[in-house]
């Protein structure tokens, strides 16, 4: 995890974190990071695998964890709701 150095206190907060957590949304992510949340959240290796590829393959697709629930989530966004949550703005806009 790149909370803090390797072995630090700050990595050793966020992965208790984790297990506090009743919902947890994971959003696409490498294979490295992928390996690592399996291993820390027990994800099977479909749950990985929609974590490196399906979820990393577009924008607003999560698996999201639920207590003892798991779902595939693509989140489908208004013209609105793009308008008021566009937070990428700024970086694709030229300077």
Do not use: F, Y
């Not at 990595?11 to 297990?19: C, F, G, R, T």
């Amino acid at each position: 995890m790149t909370v803090g150095d390797e072995g630090s206190q700050a990595v050793a907060i966020a992965k208790d974190l984790l297990h506090l957590c009743a919902t947890k949304v994971l959003l696409g992510q490498d294979e490295q990071i992928g390996d690592e949340l399996s291993e820390l959240l027990g994800l099977s290796p479909m749950a990985e695998q929609i974590v490196t590829d399906w979820a990393a393959a577009a924008r607003g697709r999560a698996l999201w964890l639920v207590g003892g629930h798991v779902a595939k989530v693509q989140t489908v966004r208004t013209s609105l709701d793009v308008a008021l949550t566009d937070t990428n703005d700024a970086l694709e806009t030229p300077a």
